[in-house]
């Protein structure tokens, strides 16, 4: 059987805060159901591009959350095809718990990532400990 899958990035404009700061989120598609969640992290207003779902520019704080957020893209996709490889019936729900679990994000004053060190089935041996 054959599966749709897409992840994509948005802001939330109406939820941004006085610095201009706008909180990121991500919205995984699987067959035509949908999660959304917040990745946790505020990019500025000025340099957030609705169409692409990404920073623009080459400022500091554009490069690091398009890292960032490729990091996202790679983490679900290895979650998403694992669980394929695993079974047959892969919801959004499950990719997205999956994530949410194995994934914590820490943004205290600029964007600072650090991966779970948590193993299990879904992470391989020697997880990423990283500060982005």
Same mark, same amino acid.
């Not at 095809?81 to 990719?95: D, G, K, M, P």
């Given at each position: 059987?054959?599966?749709?899958? *897409?992840?994509?990035?948005?802001?939330?404009?109406?939820? =941004?805060?006085?610095?201009?700061?706008?909180? &990121?989120? %991500?919205?995984?598609?699987?067959? @035509?159901?949908?999660?959304?969640? /917040?990745?946790?992290?505020?990019?500025?207003?000025?340099?957030?591009?609705?169409?692409? @779902? *990404?920073?623009?520019?080459? =400022?500091?704080?554009?490069?690091?959350? !398009? *890292?960032?957020?490729?990091? %996202? #893209?790679?983490? &679900? !996709?290895? &979650?998403?095809?694992?669980?394929?490889?695993?079974?047959?019936? %892969?919801?959004?729900?499950?990719?997205?718990?999956?994530?949410?679990?194995?994934?914590?994000? %820490? #943004? $205290?004053?600029?964007? *600072? &990532?650090?991966?779970? =060190? !948590?193993? =299990? $089935?879904?992470? $391989?041996?020697?997880?990423?400990? /990283?500060?982005?």
């Amino acid at each position: 059987m054959k599966s749709t899958f *897409r992840i994509l990035f948005y802001a939330k404009w109406e939820a =941004s805060d006085e610095a201009k700061m706008l909180p &990121i989120y %991500v919205r995984i598609t699987i067959n @035509g159901t949908k999660a959304r969640f /917040s990745l946790k992290i505020r990019v500025s207003k000025k340099i957030w591009d609705a169409k692409s @779902g *990404r920073a623009i520019g080459h =400022s500091h704080e554009a490069l690091q959350a !398009n *890292r960032y957020l490729d990091s %996202v #893209v790679t983490r &679900i !996709n290895t &979650i998403y095809y694992r669980l394929c490889e695993q079974s047959e019936a %892969v919801t959004h729900q499950i990719v997205q718990h999956t994530f949410t679990n194995y994934a914590e994000i %820490v #943004v $205290p004053n600029a964007l *600072r &990532i650090l991966f779970c =060190s !948590n193993q =299990s $089935p879904h992470t $391989p041996q020697g997880q990423l400990h /990283s500060t982005a």
